[in-house]
């Protein structure tokens, strides 16, 4: 089967992982994404996966209600850790080879974040998930992604969100695609639309950088 891309970053929204929940993590979503990464890596297409955390918590919304800034953002992380591990579970029950990364370093939840060691994870067919965001406060999931598909390399960024409506990279993400001339493929995400990206069948959004 053809694949548009050989080396992919998916960039996914942490609400689509509370299906149809407000908030939190539902199983049956986990599954369904881990599903469709799992034919993405059986087609022989080397993936990362960034997920944002905002169906856990927001640390931009906690701030303007008067959370310190810096708090908030780590408890943003923390959640993407969270989401990390989920989608890590549901890869592994799905078969699908899988390694989780972390930015702030928990041994006995996943790994410490280590280029080379992406790049052997990806070179052995794995799908590797970056969580933990930079590891810094004042970033966004989305620098993460644009930063983790710069260091592997990713031929592109697919972002994926619940409704692309008003959607947009913050600036410097915007700026990170641009200097490693990465393009970003904006889509709302349903079931399917992971592989018909990667086929080429569903050009989604390009995102002007």
């Known amino acids: 089967m053809f694949a548009r891309y050989k080396r992919v970053l998916l960039k996914l929204s942490g609400d689509l992982l509370a299906g149809a929940r407000e908030s939190g993590i539902e199983p049956s979503a986990a599954e369904q994404l881990a599903r469709e990464i799992g034919e993405v890596v059986d087609l022989g297409v080397e993936i990362?996966?960034?997920?944002?955390?905002?169906?856990?918590?927001?640390?931009?919304?906690?701030?303007?209600?008067?959370?310190?800034?810096?708090?908030?953002?780590?408890?943003?992380?923390?959640?993407?850790?969270?989401?990390?591990?989920?989608?890590?579970?549901?890869l592994e029950k799905q078969g699908c080879p899988a390694r989780l990364q972390t930015a702030i370093f928990m041994d006995s939840v996943a790994e410490g974040y280590i280029?080379?060691?992406?790049?052997?994870?990806?070179?052995?067919?794995?799908?590797?998930?970056f969580s933990?965001?930079?590891?810094?406060?004042?970033?966004?999931?989305?620098?993460?992604?644009?930063?983790?598909?710069?260091?592997?390399?990713?031929?592109?960024?697919?972002?994926?969100?619940?409704?692309?409506?008003?959607?947009?990279?913050?600036?410097?993400?915007?700026?990170?695609?641009?200097?490693?001339?990465?393009?970003?493929?904006?889509?709302?995400?349903?079931?399917?639309?992971?592989?018909?990206?990667i086929r080429g069948a569903n050009p989604g959004q390009p995102v002007e950088l």
Do not use: W
Not at 115 to 129: E, P, S, T
Not at 180 to 195: D, H, Q, R
């Open 132 to 197: 933990g965001g930079t590891g810094n406060p004042f970033f966004t999931t989305d620098t993460a992604a644009a930063l983790r598909a710069a260091e592997i390399k990713a031929e592109v960024i697919l972002k994926g969100v619940p409704d692309t409506a008003g959607v947009v990279l913050d600036a410097a993400a915007q700026a990170l695609c641009r200097e490693n001339n990465i393009p970003v493929i904006l889509f709302k995400y349903a079931p399917g639309s992971i592989m018909q990206l």
């Open 48 to 90: 990362g996966v960034v997920l944002g955390g905002g169906n856990i918590f927001r640390g931009e919304s906690a701030a303007v209600n008067g959370m310190d800034r810096v708090t908030g953002d780590y408890i943003g992380m923390l959640a993407t850790i969270m989401n990390g591990v989920a989608l890590h579970d549901a």
């Open 115 to 129: 280029r080379k060691k992406a790049l052997q994870h990806l070179d052995k067919g794995r799908a590797v998930i």
